[in-house]
């Protein structure tokens, strides 16, 4: 089942995003999954376990905000213990893990339980301008212009790539909100 879109239908009444009638989840879930692929990393909270590097007797991890840290443990083929004693600044940094750790997995909630109005914005802006592109004459088949008079047709690939992708703007809006992309490896999702 896939994951229920980031907006509803009143999101977007409420910010003054006015969607086609009855097709309103259809859009703003077509906007959601675009973003959450753009962004490479859950943005609805979420529980992962991630492999990460001790540098120093410190971990950073990915895919803020997070919001729990659970479990610091040392990786199977090192015994798989659980370690303690290690400290979360309640940020992106856990400290004071023994310094002898080379990798460990590290078991944190992380993404938002509620969308920032913001985030809630975007969603509906992508899904306006999905459900415009949707009946878009030419965008099924990547037309930019098209004349009558000894006609004439100009064919671009970004047409096809906008109307099922995102706008560099878009992508920028997200970066900017999320921050840029995480660099670890999910190990376990729940």
Do not use: Q
Not at 29 to 53: C, D, K, N, Q
Not at 56 to 69: D, H, N, S
Not at 129 to 155: F, K, N, P, Q
């Amino acid at each position: 089942m896939p994951p229920l879109p980031l907006a509803s239908p009143a999101d977007a009444a409420r910010l003054g995003y006015t969607l086609p009638d009855g097709r309103e989840m259809e859009f703003l879930a077509r906007a959601s999954a675009r973003l959450r692929r753009e962004a490479g990393r859950p943005i609805s909270s979420t529980t992962s376990t991630v492999r990460r590097r001790v540098d120093g007797g410190k971990v950073l991890l990915p895919g803020g905000p997070i919001t729990a840290v659970s479990t610091v443990a040392r990786l199977a083929e090192d015994g798989g213990d659980t370690l303690s004693g290690w400290r979360w600044d309640g940020m992106e940094r856990i400290h004071c893990i023994p310094l002898w750790c080379g990798d460990v997995n590290v078991t944190y909630t992380h993404g938002f339980t509620t969308i920032p109005d913001e985030l809630l914005e975007l969603v509906c802006s992508v899904a306006v301008r999905l459900s415009a592109t949707d009946d878009a004459a030419g965008m099924e088949a990547g037309i930019r212009s098209e004349s009558i008079d000894d006609y004439s047709v100009t064919y671009a690939a970004e047409a096809v790539e906008t109307a099922s992708g995102l706008l560099p703007g878009e992508c920028a809006s997200l970066a900017g909100f999320l921050g840029s992309a995480p660099g670890a490896y999910v190990v376990r999702p729940r």
